[in-house]
């Protein structure tokens, strides 16, 4: 197991910086505590989007910590693969792997919508509302 922070260790610091409890956190943030100490403990290492938001939400985290803390969920694996390294740093690629009904179109849509520089405020909700805003946008 890689000894560099990872997500887990940003999540536990950010809870203990606004001073709760794993079962507080998870209370707040409508997660099992189990699932919280899961993210923690490693042996979750890359949660969903949607959870990574409740808790970036839940920290009250500026822009700046809010980009790193996202960019540590998606990136807080043990060793990078061979694929990976050979990306240009100017291109993503996302792998959204789940079970059916769980949210992954969803939550694709609105890191796609994000990283196009669309606001929160501006993004519909809905998946449906989604899937047109982003066909309909020049």
């Given at each position: 197991?890689?000894?560099?922070?990872?997500?887990?260790d940003?999540?536990?610091?950010?809870?203990?910086?606004?001073?709760?409890?794993?079962?507080?956190?998870?209370?707040?943030?409508?997660?099992?505590?189990?699932g919280l100490?899961?993210?923690?403990?490693?042996k979750?290492?890359?949660?969903?989007?949607?959870t990574?938001?409740?808790?970036?939400?839940?920290?009250?985290?500026?822009?700046?910590?809010?980009?790193?803390?996202?960019?540590?969920?998606?990136?807080?694996?043990?060793?990078?693969?061979?694929?990976?390294?050979?990306?240009?740093?100017?291109?993503?690629?996302?792998?959204?792997?789940?079970?059916?009904?769980?949210?992954?179109?969803?939550?694709?849509?609105?890191?796609?919508?994000?990283?196009?520089?669309?606001?929160?405020?501006?993004?519909?909700?809905?998946?449906?509302?989604?899937?047109?805003?982003?066909?309909s946008?020049?």
């Open positions: 197991m890689s000894t560099e922070p990872g997500f887990g940003l999540v536990r610091a950010y809870r203990q910086r606004i001073g709760l409890s794993q079962q507080e956190l998870a209370e707040l943030c409508g997660l099992s505590v189990r100490r899961n993210i923690e403990t490693r979750r290492l890359r949660p969903r989007p949607s990574a938001r409740i808790l970036a939400d839940a920290f009250k985290l500026t822009d700046e910590e809010r980009s790193g803390f996202f960019r540590l969920a998606v990136h807080s694996v043990t060793e990078p693969t061979a694929q990976a390294a050979t990306v240009p740093p100017a291109v993503a690629v996302v792998a959204v792997v789940g079970l059916g009904g769980v949210g992954k179109t969803d939550d694709a849509l609105v890191i796609l919508l994000r990283s196009l520089g669309i606001p929160d405020a501006a993004i519909p909700s809905g998946l449906e509302g989604r899937i047109g805003f982003s066909w946008r020049d």
